[in-house]
């Protein structure tokens, strides 16, 4: 079994700046950069909440 870590705002900028590479600076509608940049701000967000 595999631990799940949160995805952090680098990780996902690191993961969209690499598809855009590829597909000449545009990132797809429902992509796994645009699922991970929404997974980002999504646990970013709870983080900020959890005090």
Known sequence: ?????????SA?????????????GQTAKGSF????QRAAAKGSKSSNTKK
């Open 33 to 36: 950069a645009t699922r991970a």
């Open 1 to 9: 079994m595999s631990k799940t870590k949160s995805m952090t705002q």
């Open 12 to 24: 996902a900028a690191r993961i969209q700046a690499a598809g855009a590479v590829k597909s000449g």
